[in-house]
Each structure stands twice: as C-alpha cells, then as structure tokens.
C-alpha cells in the first residue's frame, strides 16, 4: 500500500489549491481516504474524509465551505480542493486510508502519504 500526496505549495490568503492523493499497489476505490494537517507543536487533526460510496464528512468546521473533498477511482486518485485560503491553514498535509472514515489519525492504519506542505502568506 503507497500513498503519494502531492501539490503542496505557497499561495496568497484568499487563494486556492488542490492536493492529489494517489495510491499505488491497491484499488483506493474500496477504501475511506482521510485528509489531516499537522502544524509544529500540535497534534495532526482530520480535516476530511470521503468514503468509498464518496460520502464526504467534515472534522474542522474552519474548512466548511472552503474546502472540498473528491475521488476519481479511475485514477485512483483523492483530491483535496481547499479555496479561500487562511493562513491558519498553513501546515503539512497528509492522506491516509482505511475502511471507512475514522475522524482520528491513530485509527487509518493501512497506509499514510509522506506530507505535501501548504504555506498561506502574503
């Protein structure tokens, strides 16, 4: 199981980007793939979740309207859209999947991505 995120990057307050999470070695259709974001000194939060039925649940009510959370089975691929951004939305970001949606990090144990950093600064 390899999950590989990526489009991290520096962009502007009030700007947008996408994060990818693609899986090699096994279908990603089948599982629950969460988004997390850890800043230094705090614990890494889940921000949200889709299903394999691409039910979507939320964790941060601060990301609500903002950002949004899709799969493309066919690339096997999650993607986080995060539009409007804050710079309190600065951090690492990681993907990781399970069987379903877990809303903590210790309870996704089939595999995590390596992080893609998002910085929001003027």
């Known amino acids: 199981v390899q999950l590989q995120a990526s489009g991290g990057g520096l962009v502007q307050p009030g700007g947008s980007l996408g994060l990818s999470c693609a899986a090699s070695?096994?279908?990603?259709?089948?599982?629950?793939v969460g988004w997390f974001r850890q800043v230094p000194g705090k614990e890494r939060e889940e921000v949200l979740c889709?299903?394999?039925?691409?039910?979507?649940?939320y964790f941060q009510d601060s990301v609500k309207g903002r950002f949004t959370i899709s799969r493309d089975n066919a690339k096997n691929t999650v993607y986080l859209q995060m539009n409007s951004l804050k710079p309190e939305d600065t951090a690492v970001y990681y993907c990781a999947t399970d069987d379903g949606c877990r809303g903590a990090p210790l309870e996704y144990s089939y595999g995590w991505g390596q992080g893609t950093l998002v910085t929001v600064s003027s």
């Open positions: 070695g096994f279908t990603l259709a089948y599982y629950g």
């Open positions: 889709i299903s394999s039925s691409h039910e979507s649940t």
